[in-house]
C-alpha cells in the first residue's frame, strides 16, 4: 500500500449532543402451556429498546449470525422511533401480541410485540414499529403515569399514577381499553410490580397430550394474576389483590428524621419475594406472604433507582445515583444440629460491586428475561451461556455486561460479548455501546466538499460551520489544530425549526447551495445564498410541499423523508418517504421544484432475490417485477440509505428488509435488484475510481461488492469478501460509514482504496485488486483467484487500523489529502451535566 500524506482535521467543536438512557426493556418470553416445559433447542438473544430522554426510542436487534452464540458486535441500532417534540421517555414495556400463538420456546420478534411508553405525563403510548410513528394513546385517568408495568400473561398493563391510583389497562386481543381502578391512597405510586401468577388448571391428560394439541385449544390455558406490589412516596410498599383492587397488606420502610422515603422500583420473584429499592440507598427483601421484612443492605449511597432479576431468579442486581451496579446472589445456609438433622435454607448475599458509568444510572434489563413462574412451571436456562445485563443512564451510552454467577465458573460458560474468557458479572469485561449519531444509525453530519461546510443536525435546530482553508504544511499523520485554533473553523448558521416530531434526516448538497431537514410528517427545502460578508443566509423553497403532495397517497399525505442525498452536480434531490416507501426524484434546478419520477420497488411484497454465495459461478440479476409475490398489496419498508455513483448515473436505495435496489438516473428507470442478505445495509457508497461498482457494508463488519451495470458479483468479489482481516471483521464497535478520498483524474495513488470507520476505529482497506480484473470481463476464474489471492496475501501492507480517534460521529474527506474527523468526547457532553454523585471519604487517598 502506498504511503500518501493525509492531512487531518480533528474537529472537536460540533456540539452535538446525544440524549441521556432513561428506559430499557428486552421482550418477555412465552409462559409455558403445561408443567416442565422443554429446553429451548437454539439460544436466541431478542431485540433491545432504548428509550431517550428526548424522546426517541432506538430498537437495535443482535448482529451475530443465525444459531451463532457470540457476536463481537452483539446488539446494534437498526431503526428509531421518533419521539414527539418534545417529549420523554421513562418507562419501556414490551408485550407479545398474541400469546397464544407463540410456542413456549419461542423468542418473539418485533414483528410478534407490541411496544408502550410513558414520559411522566397522563398518557400511555403504543407506537407502531413498522411505520416509525404512534398508534394510538390512551389518557390514564389518574394525572401523571410514574410507572408501567406488564403481567406475565401479556394480557394487561398496571399503571402507577400521580393520584394514588393503580389502573390497569387491558391489552387482550390487540386492544388498548380501561379495565378497572385500584382504591386509591395519599401518596403517589411510583413503582410497580406484578406477583407470581396462577398455573392454568389442567388434567393429568392434558398435560401429557399438551405437546400434540392443536394451537386453537385454548381451553383451561389462561394464567390467572394473584396479586401485584408497589412502591409508593410514603416510606411503604403496598400488596394489592388484583381481583378486588384492594390493599392487601401494608410494608413500612426506614424513614430518617421523620422524612418521606421514596420507594423508586420493586420487583418480585417466584417464590413471592419481594425486593424494593428506595431513595435511602437500601436494598430490602420481603416475605410476601406475611409482607415482613427478611434482609436488608446499606448497599448504595444514593438513591436505588433500578432492579434486575436474573433469568432464572437466583440474581438480582441494583443501580442508582451513586453509578454503582450491585449484585446480590442466593446461597444455601444449613443450620442445627446433629440430633435434629440438617435444616437448609436461602439467603441472599452481596456478592460483588462495579462501576461501569460515569453518571447516574437510570435502568437495567436483562437477557433472557425475567418471568416469575411457580417452580412447577419454572423455565429451564442454558447454564452454558452467560445472561447479558444492560445498564443506561445519564452517560448516554448503553453498557453490555456478562452476568453469570460466581458458581458458574465450576463449569465452561460461554461469554456472547466475546470480550473474555471471563463470564461472571464479578470478572467479565463490559462492553460500551457508542452512542447513537443519528436517528436509525444514520448519520446527523453531513459534509459539502466543494463548499467545505459541516452540517449538523439535533433534535429541532441545525448547524453549519465552514472549515477555513490552510496552507498544508503538515507531514503525513500532522493534524490540523481545528479544536483549538479558532482561526481554522467558524460558525456560519445557526437554525431552529418548528416541528412536530424530532428531526429524522438532514443533507447538505455538494456545493453547499442547498439544505434539506425533515421530521415525520414534513421535509423542509432550504436555499443558501452567500451575502457580501461571507454569511450564509437561507431561504426556504416553500413550493417543495406542494411539488411532492400528488405524488404521495392521502387527502393530507405526510411529506417526511427517511432519508436523503443530492446528486453531485446539486441538481436534483433523492428523498424516500417516511411512511410511504416511495423514492423521488426532485428536480431543483428550475425556478420550483419537480417530482422527476416516484418509484414504489419498496413497496412490493417481501419476495426475495437469494444468491448462493458459496458457489463461484455469475448469477444474472432478475427484475423486481419477476419475483414471487406471496401476499397482495403495498408493504411498508422504510429506506434508509441512498447513495448515488459519482458521475450521477446510479442511483442505490436499501430498506429495512435487507432489499437493495438499483435505479438508472439518467433513463429514469428501474435497472435491478440485489439479493436478499442476512442484515440490512449499514452503507451503500459507489466507488469513486469505478462508479459502477457499488459496495453494501454491514453492521457484522462484512461487504459485499456488486457490478450494476452488468448486473453481477465481480469474479474477484467473493475471495475479496472472505478474506477481510480479522481485526476488522472482529471490531467490537459495528461499522457506520464508508468514504473515499476524492482523487483528481491523473492521480491514481489511492484508487481502490477505501476508508471505513467506527466509533472508536478507522481503517484503510485496500480494493485494488478488482482493478487487474475489471478490465476483461473474459478473464478466467482462476486468474481472478491468484489475484485476489495476492491483493489479500500480506495484511499488513493492504490494511491498516487506527483507534486513536474516539468517540467518532463522521470521517470524511474534503479534498485530496485532507480528511475531517469529527470527535465528540464523553467528557464534553457530561460537561454540560449537573455534577455525578460523589461522597467523600474520609482519610482516603
Known sequence: MDATPVAVHRCRFVDFSPSAITALAFPPLPLPKFKHASRRDKYKFGSLAVGHANGNIDLYEWVGSQGSLQSFQSWAPRKTLTGLYPSKVDSLVFIIRYPHRLKPEDVPGLGDMRLFSSGGGSELLEWDMDHLCLRRTINSQGGSIWSVASNPACSMLALGCEDGTVRLVSVADDTLVHYRRFDRVKCRILSLSW????????????????????????????????????????????????????????????????????????????????????????????????????????????????????????????????????????????????????????????????????????????????????????????????????????????????????????????????????????????????????????????????????????????????????????????????????????????????????????????????VVVSDMYETKLFSLQVDSQGRLNPRRIRDLTSALQPHLPGKLPSTGGLAFTFSPDSTKLVMSSSTTSYVLIIDISGDKPKVLRRFDHHRQPLGRVLKDLRVDEDVEMRDSQDDSQEDEGPIVSNIFRIAISIDGQWLATSDEHCRTHVFNLDSLQHHCVLPSFALPAQSLIFDH?????????????????????????????????????????????????????????????????????????????????????????????????????????????????????????????????EMVVIERPLVDVLAMLPPAYFKHKYGAS
Open 195 to 514: 406477583g407470581p401468577p396462577i398455573p392454568p388448571q389442567r388434567t393429568t391428560r392434558d398435560a401429557v397430550g399438551a405437546n400434540e394439541s392443536s394451537d386453537d385449544d385454548e381451553d383451561n390455558d389462561d394464567w390467572t394474576d394473584s396479586w401485584l406490589v408497589t412502591g409508593c412516596s410514603d416510606s411503604s410498599l403496598r400488596k394489592w389483590d388484583v381481583a378486588t383492587g384492594r390493599v392487601l397488606d401494608k410494608m413500612g420502610t426506614d424513614k430518617i428524621r421523620g422524612e418521606r422515603t421514596l420507594v423508586w422500583t420493586v420487583t418480585t420473584l417466584s417464590d413471592g419475594t419481594i425486593v424494593s429499592g428506595d431513595s435511602l440507598g437500601m436494598i430490602k427483601f420481603w416475605d410476601s406472604r406475611t409482607c415482613t421484612q427478611l434482609q436488608s443492605f446499606q448497599a448504595h449511597g444514593a438513591d436505588v433507582l433500578c432492579l434486575a432479576v436474573g433469568p432464572d431468579g437466583s440474581a438480582v442486581y441494583s443501580s442508582g445515583v451513586d453509578q454503582k451496579i450491585i449484585q446480590f446472589a442466593r446461597v444455601k445456609t444449613s443450620q442445627g444440629d446433629s440430633e435434629s438433622g440438617m435444616r437448609f435454607s436461602t439467603r441472599w448475599v452481596q456478592t460483588s460491586a462495579r462501576r461501569m458509568h460515569a453518571h447516574d444510572v437510570r435502568t437495567l434489563a436483562i437477557w433472557p428475561s425475567y418471568t416469575p413462574l411457580p417452580p412447577s412451571h419454572k423455565r429451564e436456562m442454558s447454564s452454558d451461556i452467560a445472561p447479558i445485563l444492560a445498564s443506561g443512564g445519564l452517560d448516554m451510552s448503553v453498557n453490555l455486561t456478562p452476568a453469570a454467577l460466581p458458581s458458574s465458573t465450576l463449569s465452561k460458560v460461554v461469554n456472547p460479548l466475546a470480550t473474555s474468557i471471563h463470564a461472571t458479572f464479578e470478572d467479565s469485561y463490559h462492553r460500551r455501546l457508542a452512542y447513537s449519531t443519528g436517528p436509525s444509525s444514520t448519520c446527523a453530519l453531513h459534509v459539502s466538499r466543494k463548499a467545505r461546510l459541516i452540517s449538523c443536525m439535533r433534535d429541532s435546530s441545525l448547524s453549519i460551520w465552514k472549515i477555513l482553508k490552510k496552507p498544508l504544511s503538515q507531514e503525513e499523520g500532522d493534524e490540523y489544530p481545528a479544536e483549538n485554533d479558532d482561526t481554522s473553523w467558524e460558525k456560519c448558521l445557526e437554525m431552529d425549526f418548528d416541528v412536530h416530531t424530532n428531526l429524522v434526516a438532514s443533507a447538505i448538497s455538494e456545493d453547499g447551495k442547498w
Open 689 to 817: 475510481t469505478r462508479p459502477n461498482i457499488l459496495i453494501l457494508a454491514f453492521q457484522d463488519n462484512t461487504l459485499q461488492i456488486y457490478d450494476v451495470e452488468s448486473r453481477q458479483f465481480p469474479l474477484w468479489h467473493k475471495e475479496l469478501c472472505d478474506n477481510l482481516p480479522k481485526r476488522f471483521t472482529q471490531a467490537h464497535d459495528p461499522l457506520l460509514g464508508v468514504t473515499f478520498q476524492p482523487d483528481s483524474p491523473d492521480s491514481g495513488s489511492s484508487a481502490g482504496h477505501a476508508i471505513f470507520w467506527g466509533s472508536t476505529w478507522i481503517c484503510k482497506l485496500n480494493l485494488q485488486g478488482s482493478n487487474f480484473v475489471s478490465t476483461s470481463k473474459k478473464r478466467r476464474r482462476d486468474n481472478a483467484k491468484a489475484v485476489s489471492q495476492s491483493v489479500l496475501s500480506e495484511e499488513s501492507k493492504e490494511f491498516k487500523m487506527i483507534t486513536h480517534y474516539r468517540p467518532l460521529l463522521l470521517v470524511d474527506f474534503l479534498s485530496q489529502g
